[in-house]
């Protein structure tokens, strides 16, 4: 049986990749962490303290390697290294409100923006300005502070609000596209969007008779403030 010479330099600079790589993913585990429990303590102190709960549910995620390095060629990042995928990467670690009627996500983002340790580096507002297919959603960039052994590090954490109907459209739209890997038939498209028109309208709807039947005001989105320009 023949023998495999093992260069050791090799596999100790592989394991030491490795090792990078896996602090690198938990630093935005730990600022997605933080950003749940910042939204976990909102939806207890609403439950408990106020008549109504805005928060529906919440879902969070950080990116697979295998997604990061597909997200580094679709953006043509040239010899990345850590440093230049944190710069042009801002949605390594993602959070999902999804909120009971548009007023709450508009709320959701004032109140967890208002937090003196979060800063708000990006506002993408899909609500008021939906995409061209229909899609709608308010996503922010926010940084949050992660204190480890090391000292503090702020992380970036794209965070997601939209209502019932929103999210049921995309994730639709997401299993129709992944389904024909995005070869979508024409008819579909605009089926799609029909859709979407009808799903905004069923959320003016079921706002409209909640502002009615509770006497809820309306809230909208105060501008933020000028977001620096960074990849996302």
């Known amino acids: 049986m023949s023998t495999v010479s093992v260069d050791e330099s090799a596999i100790s600079e592989a394991k030491e990749l490795r090792d990078r790589f896996q602090r690198f993913l938990h630093e935005y585990e730990f600022g997605m962490r933080e950003v749940e429990t910042k939204i976990s303590i909102l939806k207890d102190e609403f439950t408990h303290h106020h008549a109504y709960n805005p928060i529906e549910h919440v879902k969070s995620r950080v990116k697979s390697p295998d997604s990061i390095v597909e997200k580094i060629a679709r953006k043509g990042i040239e010899d990345p290294d850590f440093e230049r995928i944190r710069?042009?990467?801002?949605?390594?670690?993602?959070?999902?409100?999804?909120?009971?009627?548009?007023?709450?996500?508009?709320?959701?983002?004032?109140l967890l923006t208002a937090?003196?340790?979060?800063?708000?580096?990006?506002?993408k507002d899909y609500i008021k300005n939906p995409k061209p297919n229909g899609y709608k959603s308010l996503h922010?960039?926010?940084?949050?502070?992660?204190?480890?052994?090391?000292?503090?590090?702020?992380?970036p954490v794209e965070v997601q609000f939209r209502t019932i109907a929103m999210d049921f459209?995309?994730?639709?739209?997401?299993?129709?596209?992944?389904?024909?890997a995005n070869q979508v038939p024409a008819h579909l498209v605009d089926s799609l969007t029909d859709a979407a028109e009808a799903a905004a309208e069923l959320d003016l709807r079921m706002e409209r008779l909640h502002r009615e039947a509770h006497g809820v005001p309306r809230r909208e989105l105060a501008p933020p403030p000028p977001p620096r320009i960074v990849g996302v």
């Open 169 to 180: 459209w995309a994730s639709l739209e997401h299993k129709i596209y992944y389904k024909f």
């Open 115 to 123: 937090q003196d340790d979060i800063t708000v580096r990006v506002v």
């Open 140 to 155: 922010a960039i926010l940084e949050v502070p992660v204190f480890l052994s090391t000292g503090a590090l702020s992380v």
């Open 87 to 110: 710069e042009e990467i801002t949605d390594i670690a993602g959070v999902r409100v999804t909120c009971s009627f548009t007023a709450d996500v508009y709320r959701l983002f004032d």
